[in-house]
Nanobody, 121 residues
Framework: QVQLVESGGGLVQPGGSLRLTCTAS????????MAWYRQAPGKQRELVAR???????YYTDSVKGRFTISRDNANNTVNLQLNSLKPEDTAVYYC???????????????WGKGTLVTVSS
């Protein structure tokens, strides 16, 4: 089995910064895609950033120039650096990964349980 665990959320003032980390553990073989989504209360989940194993990145327009997605050297973790935070960034941030498992023949999508980011003065 595979687990994704997010960390780094918390309360920050507008204009501040946070760094979120997602770690994949368990029977992980190869990670192909890692991404961050967010969901505010009463709103739909949205994709905010995505990083492929080949280094291709995607950012939703509202976070371009402020957020940065990156991987560690082992490629089993993904980070999201959140700078110049705005109140509208307040949401639960979820990590998602497309990966294969040890002994498996198919890559599947996995989700973490989320970490809360609150931007407020």
């Amino acid at each position: 089995q595979v687990q994704l665990v997010e960390s780094g959320g918390g309360l920050v003032q507008p204009g501040g910064s946070l760094r979120l980390t997602c770690t994949a553990s368990g029977s992980v073989d190869t990670i192909y895609i890692m991404a961050w989504y967010r969901q505010a209360p009463g709103k739909q989940r949205e994709l905010v950033a995505r990083l492929t194993s080949g280094g291709t990145t995607y950012y939703t327009d509202s976070v371009k120039g402020r957020f940065t997605i990156s991987r560690d050297n082992a490629n089993n973790t993904v980070n999201l650096q959140l700078n110049s935070l705005k109140p509208e960034d307040t949401a639960v941030y979820y990590c998602s990964a497309v990966l294969s498992t040890v002994g498996g023949a198919t890559a599947s999508n996995y989700w973490g349980k989320g970490t809360l980011v609150t931007v407020s003065s």
